[in-house]
């Protein structure tokens, strides 16, 4: 539930427990901070004024690092944050572009599901496009779920572009998109994402997605992820479960909104992405879910839960570029001898290498009159000790 008002409390100790999971693809960790129980506040220090906390930040750039590992180890070890509108532009649907990665952007709306097809784990509907969201570069996600900190620099086995980051703190932080109103009658809020080619690896951070679950005399729902291929069909549904030790699922919602006491998963912030190695992803769905009691008729149905979301990053393979070069027989006898050698480019990685690769001979200061040469239709060695690939390099070019 979405509320205006947030409870204060001492962040101290040891960095908070964290609960992670995966199910087939979909990995996702949830991070205990910033929520509050019956048995009381574990706010950070900053959630009432709405601003920035260095540790909670880093804490939750670090509810990444499950994600990360998974994609290293399958090879996707290229990332990509995604570049996101300015402050105050309307987020109901955007198209995100991926520096480095030219031909993948992917195209995020808000829906609005039935709970009937949420539930049903091969249910593909995405439900209807909805209205009212918007990118926000405040210190806070949505009812004060802590926001990322900096990411400049590449989790362990990974490479960014230069020119990419994602920033949580400072001066000009990212920005995250956030629903503004409440969903129209008994649907479930969700956010769709829509790769313009299928991926294997993509994830991002939620605030305030809420998850509970339908325990006996409580009610609740518990958050779900679809990822769907490029027919349609779902190939893995997932529910994401509370942060909450168990015997707190029965008292995060109470029979009034006084005793209504937040909890699994209520302003915290959680990363759930997928590692699908056969790359055969073509949309995600995240549907939230619902911490209040059935006790409240008026709360029961998911109606007053809605989602944010910052920092989609995109992960991909990478080429690997080897050079070799071998003297080409006969061998030069004598001062003065022409000699002549070939140089292979390969390409030995998970992608292919684009058009624009290149390879620079350093030569001897002895040696004089140089030229280098290959297929006219491959590389442009127009440079005399350079060439330019014209093509994609998937396997060798070679260059004398």
């Not at 109901?92 to 599901?113: C, I, N, W, Y």
């Not at 992405?273 to 709360?299: H, K, N, Y």
């Not at 590389?379 to 000790?385: G, N, Q, R, Y």
Request: glycine share 10%; net charge negative.
């Amino acid at each position: 539930m979405a509320i205006a008002a947030c409870l204060i409390g001492a962040l101290s100790g040891p960095s908070p427990v964290v609960a992670a999971g995966t199910d087939g693809p979909t990995i996702w960790s949830d991070d205990v901070q910033g929520t509050t129980t019956k048995t009381g506040s574990v706010f950070g220090s900053k959630c009432a004024s709405g601003s920035a906390n260095a540790v909670e930040e880093s804490d939750t750039l670090a509810l990444m690092d499950d994600w990360a590992a998974a994609a290293v180890s399958a090879n996707f070890t290229y990332l990509s944050p995604a570049v996101t509108p300015a402050d105050d532009v309307s987020g109901d649907s955007a198209v995100l572009s991926f520096p480095g990665v030219s031909d993948v952007s992917v195209t995020v709306s808000r829906r609005q599901v039935p709970p009937a097809n949420a539930t049903n784990p091969t249910d593909a509907s995405t439900g209807a496009l909805s209205n009212n969201a918007k990118f926000s570069d405040s210190a806070r996600l949505q009812d004060c779920a802590p926001r990322p900190a900096d990411l400049t620099s590449a989790p362990a086995g990974m490479l960014m572009p230069s020119t990419a980051s994602f920033s949580g703190l400072g001066a000009t932080p990212a920005t995250f998109w956030n629903a503004t109103t409440f969903p129209a009658g008994n649907q479930l809020d969700a956010a769709l994402f829509e790769f313009s080619r299928p991926v294997g690896a993509f994830g991002l951070w939620f605030g305030d997605l809420e998850t509970r679950p339908p325990v006996t005399g409580g009610g609740g729902a518990l958050a779900i992820v679809k990822l769907l291929d490029s027919a349609g069909n779902v190939i893995q549904s997932t529910e994401i479960l509370p942060d909450e030790a168990s015997i707190d699922d029965s008292v995060c919602g109470g029979a009034a909104q006084s005793t209504d006491n937040l909890g699994c998963g209520n302003q915290a912030s959680r990363f759930i992405g997928f590692v699908e190695p056969t790359e055969s992803v073509a949309s995600m769905l995240v549907i939230v879910g619902e911490d209040d009691s059935c006790a409240q008729a008026s709360q029961c149905d998911g109606i007053t839960e809605y989602l944010s979301w910052i920092g989609p990053m995109l992960a991909e393979p990478q080429p690997d570029l080897t050079v070799t070069k071998t003297l080409a027989a006969p061998a030069p006898q004598a001062v003065g001898d022409p000699v002549s050698w070939t140089i292979t480019v390969s390409n030995i990685g998970q992608r292919h290498a684009a058009a624009g690769w290149s390879v620079t001979d350093v030569f001897d200061s002895g040696v004089s009159g140089v030229t280098l040469s290959g297929n006219a239709t491959e590389v442009d060695c127009s440079a005399i000790t350079s060439c330019v690939g014209l093509m994609q390099l998937d396997e060798s070019d070679s260059i004398t």
